[in-house]
């Protein structure tokens, strides 16, 4: 004893703190636990992970793993000594507490894992494992120490601090005080959370009656203060800002990092419920001043209701005023770049009056209403005469326009330079225009006769770009089928909306929703089963049947997932992002 | 004694007469590898262990036939091959064929196949049509262990042989020699057997052809219909004559017996023709029936001798396959086809109208590097295009304990479990053993597993592994 610690030990104790990670008990929440007064203070990011074992009993989990379990890939890998370890460490857990691996996890982390981490500079991270009494961790050491004796290897090293050994794990240390596991990579972290343990007879005992009945959660915080101080953010967070381009994407994301002091966030799995619920909270920011133009305030204009087509796998709506940025542009960015940025709208100006057409990207932004909406369908049929192996979904971009004419305006001009440039480019594709429900549509084809058709890769017959501008929108589609589905939801939606005033009013706030189809990108993937299959078999070298069925199992696993939503909004001086996973409960309840 | 020195205590009469097992000749798992490794691209342990208990003419006349299923692996290979075309890409042409060599259950069908292509040598890089090659290697598949007349009909009509060798160029008053010298010197009768003037008439009668919509067409108005004297025989010859005047010449059978031989029995060994005399009579006698000869050859108690046992080195294609379907995984044919590549055998790609020289051209440092590199690559945790984990093996044969992994290995890949270096890898074996065991969690199993992995890679990375 006494001597250096070795990786490998470092890894044992990393891996004992790895699978406490995943098992956990009928904890409880506390407004504030005493654990979160041990992280070492200024910690950037603050998790707290409680009630874990109740994850690998959720349905979903349950049920996955029984998808998943029938894929020989799977099979094959569970038989590898890799995977021998993880069941070894399982064993030792089991001999060592003489209970079930469960239950022994479970005592381990009855109190809650905690962990703080602070990037560079600081570098540092403390991690609490609280038991559900004063033994576990102590009878749990004595059996590690028992196997390296075993095996002939040194115990590690140690420091007494009030009475306890501090021990050094390669770049950590680590204590066990009473019911806790402390580890941390600095022992003046160790030492102080050790005093505040020995100092405060209230902090030191772990309280589990406040915890009974809470649901399981992963819980974390984020230190906007100090996030602002990283080196590599403080350029990004500048404002304003040196680079245009950063400011229409990302420009209200960065201002809610300006204003917050903390990013919350919560991964519960509500009680009684098979859903899952992820949200993400900044306090103390409103959309004002350099947020505006990105989120939704009290104007008019509010959230669109999400595009859902027929075989939609992704929809997406958000609030962003271009106008308003553009009206905006000389507080949001600097001197130079907005010059950079009048400059090159000047640029493509001149370079499009070659063509005699007379158009500006900042002209046709402020022609955009402030309504986006994405959304990407399945496509279940083909609008070329040839026949897809693999057919790719479509998708669609919905602007709301205050002016049709003005925008078609500025619109038409680049409609025609494009039909120019398809039509004398390589593919040589055919503009072709018709109409729909009184819209007219603008398409680019590309020509399927045989012998074109012969030539080149298939997959562009996935595509036959179409516009149009109806309904008070513009529309952009992959393929005309799209566009088409688009108007017939902006024709349904404009009648739901006539009668239900309520939505309008629950949406007064959301600048931003989006939605994930798992059970139709699950169906997807038959739409592109022949390219997926062909992968397994080379580039991961399965059998044509081995490879079938693994996609069957890979559908059915995203086919559990239902759907997920997402959605943010502002609240009273606070943002709130919210993630909801609704699996499919058929499925769950067919398997 | 050397392999020579074997072959020449064979008599011509007997030589090729079918082995039984004696007392002092015993059918064993060395003899079932050697057959399975000749006759496909190596065996597993259960098809060891299963062929110890079979007759070799049982063993033999199975591997002749082809496994189970066979129609259905045909639709099967024929969509992984439609989609290899249909991508475009070659490698993913080298992959299909890769993927047949791992799963027929007919490996002698694919070994024929690659035989035949490294004869009638044929190359993407100026053919540039994965379809025309394709139809070809079709061709080799399907003429593999049949008759060689047919296949040669065939072959000299081939899109992809025509445009490798110039055939379109070749016409009336402006005769291309190019396939009428290959005919005779690579496909037929070999160097010395036919003069310049054969090669020079022969051209004339095989011109006319060229190639349209990916289809050899045959156009009349170019083709040289005068009188033509070739290897003695004169006429109004056309492609056809001249197929079955090569043909009839005694050098022919003479000639791909010769380089079968080299393909099925020896690398090192020098045959005399006297040696050779009742293959070649027989081969002619049976119309080329190349089944007949490659079962005699397999049968016969040269295949079983010191002259043939480990007398051939490894090709890269029969390191790769060979080696995933010896640890029952898998890899990704992609991966596979680049390794082959490295190692200068890229299907589809042979360097001349020669083929591959084969043999000791094989190994120099850079490809015996690249076999050490896939050897322990297939050793190693699975991956995502690497699954031949010899943990897995050793848990499925419940081998245990580092003398018998390394027997098992060594039984598995050289049939020798008491070879001379086992003491040397049990004992690095024994010091990984101490290493492993430093490690936590480290249960009997798992330190087995680990070990299963060093033990097959020690064992892949003997001199031995080269030789087949």
Request: hydrophobic residues 40%; contains cysteine; glycine residues 6%.
């Amino acid at each position: 004893m006494g001597t250096g610690m070795d990786f490998h030990r470092f890894r044992l104790l990393l891996l004992l703190g790895s699978l406490v990670c995943f098992g956990g008990s009928e904890t409880t929440r506390a407004a504030e636990r005493a654990e979160r007064q041990l992280v070492h203070k200024n910690a950037v990011f603050v998790v707290e992970v409680r009630n874990p074992l109740q994850w690998a009993k959720h349905p979903l989990i349950e049920q996955d793993w029984k998808i998943f379990s029938q894929s020989a890939q799977l099979q094959s890998r569970l038989r590898t000594p890799e995977f021998g370890r993880v069941l070894a460490a399982r064993d030792f857990l089991e001999n060592a507490s003489g209970q079930n691996w469960q239950e022994a996890l479970d005592e381990l982390t009855a109190g809650g894992i905690w962990i703080g981490l602070s990037p560079k500079p600081d570098e540092r991270a403390t991690m609490i494992f609280s038991a559900r009494n004063g033994d576990a961790w102590n009878r749990l050491r004595e059996a590690v120490f028992k196997m390296l004796d075993g095996q002939g290897q040194p115990r590690p090293a140690f420091e007494i601090y009030r009475g306890e050994k501090i021990y050094r794990l390669d770049e950590s240390s680590a204590v066990i005080v009473g019911p806790r596991l402390l580890v941390g990579s600095q022992k003046r972290d160790l030492k102080r959370m050790m005093d505040q343990l020995l100092d405060d007879s209230r902090t030191a005992k772990v309280s589990l009656s406040s915890y009974e009945n809470a649901e399981a959660a992963i819980k974390w915080e984020i230190n906007l203060e100090a996030i602002r101080q990283l080196p590599g953010l403080q350029k990004a967070l500048k404002h304003p800002a040196e680079d245009a381009g950063a400011v229409a994407v990302l420009g209200g994301w960065l201002d809610l990092l300006r204003q917050g002091d903390w990013l919350r966030g919560e991964f519960l799995w509500p009680k009684n419920s098979s859903e899952i619920e992820i949200k993400l909270t900044a306090d103390s920011v409103e959309p004002g001043d350099g947020l505006a133009g990105f989120f939704t305030s009290d104007s008019e204009d509010k959230l669109a209701p999400l595009l859902e087509p027929p075989g939609t796998i992704y929809s997406a709506s958000w609030y962003r005023d271009y106008q308003a940025l553009w009206n905006q542009r000389d507080e949001l960015l600097t001197p130079s770049a907005l010059a950079k940025l009048e400059k090159a709208d000047g640029d493509i100006k001149q370079q499009f009056s070659v063509f005699g057409v007379s158009f500006t990207p900042s002209g046709l932004f402020q022609q955009l209403g402030t309504q986006f909406r994405v959304v990407v369908a399945r496509a279940n049929e083909t609008e070329y005469r040839v026949t897809l192996k693999n057919r790719l979904p479509a998708a669609a971009l919905c602007v709301s326009l205050p002016d049709e004419p003005a925008f078609l305006a500025q619109a038409d001009p680049l409609s025609r330079a494009l039909g120019l440039v398809s039509a004398f480019g390589e593919a040589k594709m055919l503009t072709k225009r018709t109409e729909y429900g009184g819209a007219k549509l603008t398409g680019y084809w590309f020509r399927d006769d045989e012998k074109s058709a012969a030539r080149g890769n298939q997959l562009r017959f996935n595509f036959n770009p179409t516009w149009t501008v109806a309904r008070k929108h513009f529309v952009l589609g992959s393929t005309q089928k799209i566009v088409t589905q688009v108007i017939d939801e902006l024709d349904r939606q404009a009648e739901r909306r006539s009668t239900d005033e309520d939505s309008r009013e629950e949406a007064a706030l959301i600048t931003d929703r989006q939605l994930f189809v798992f059970s139709e990108l699950s169906g997807g993937l038959s739409d592109f089963r022949e390219a997926i299959i062909q992968g397994s078999i080379f580039d991961r070298g399965l059998r044509l049947q081995e490879a079938e069925s693994e996609l069957e199992i890979a559908q059915d696993f995203l086919q559990s997932f239902g759907r997920l939503t997402t959605q943010a909004a502002f609240g009273n001086q606070n943002f709130e992002y919210q993630i909801r996973l609704s699996p499919n409960a058929r499925i769950l309840k067919d398997r | 004694m050397s392999a020579q020195q074997a072959f020449d205590r064979f008599r011509p009469e007997t030589a090729w007469q079918a082995y039984f097992p004696t007392g002092g000749n015993r059918w064993n798992a060395e003899k079932v590898a050697h057959l399975y490794r000749r006759a496909g691209f190596g065996a597993n342990w259960s098809e060891i262990q299963q062929g110890i208990n079979r007759k070799p003419s049982e063993l033999i006349a199975s591997l002749m036939l082809g496994g189970e299923n066979l129609t259905q692996f045909a639709d099967e290979a024929e969509r992984v091959t439609e989609a290899a075309i249909a991508s475009g890409e070659p490698q993913r042409l080298k992959a299909a064929w890769l993927y047949r060599m791992l799963f027929s259950p007919h490996p002698l069908q694919e070994r024929l196949s690659l035989f035949w292509h490294n004869h009638f040598a044929t190359s993407q890089a100026k053919v540039d049509r994965l379809q025309a090659m394709q139809r070809q290697n079709q061709i080799l598949r399907q003429y593999a262990l049949g008759r060689f007349g047919p296949m040669l009909e065939q072959m000299v009509f081939d899109p992809a042989l025509l445009i490798w060798l110039d055939a379109e160029t070749n016409q009336r008053g402006k005769p291309n020699e190019n396939l009428a010298r290959e005919l005779f010197e690579l496909f037929t009768l070999g160097v010395g057997n036919y003069t310049e003037q054969d090669i020079k008439e022969a051209a004339r009668a095989l011109t006319g052809w060229t190639i349209q919509q990916g289809q050899a067409k045959f156009d009349p108005s170019r083709h040289d219909v005068g009188e033509k004297t070739i290897l003695g025989q004169t006429g109004h010859w056309t492609t056809g004559d001249v197929v079955r005047i090569a043909l009839s010449q005694p050098a022919c059978a003479k000639f791909l017996v010769r380089k079968l031989f080299r393909e099925f029995i020896s690398e090192t060994v020098e045959p005399s023709d006297e040696m050779l005399a009742p293959l070649v009579e027989g081969y002619r006698l049976r119309d080329y029936d190349t089944a007949w000869l490659v079962e005699t050859m397999l049968s016969s108690w040269v295949f079983f001798s010191p002259a043939s046992l480990q007398q051939k080195i490894k090709s890269p294609v029969d390191f790769v396959v060979g080696s995933v379907r010896c640890l029952e995984g898998r890899a990704s044919p992609l991966k596979m086809a680049e390794a082959c590549d490295r190692m200068n055998q890229s299907l589809f790609y042979p360097p001349s109208v020669k083929g591959w020289d084969g043999g000791k051209t094989w190994l120099n440092s850079a490809t015996l590097l690249t076999r050490q590199n896939l050897a322990f690559a297939l050793c190693a945790a699975p991956d995502d295009v690497h699954n031949t984990d010899p943990a897995r093996l050793a848990s499925r044969y419940s081998i245990q304990g580092n003398v018998e992994l390394v027997r098992f290995f060594l039984e598995l890949f050289h049939q020798v479990p008491d070879h001379p270096s086992l003491p040397e890898l049990v004992a690095q074996l024994d010091q990984e053993q101490k290493q492993i065991q430093k490690r936590p969690f480290t249960s009997p199993r798992v330190a087995n597993g680990l070990l299963a992995r060093t033990a097959a890679h020690l064992v892949m990375t003997l001199p031995e592994m080269q030789l087949g």
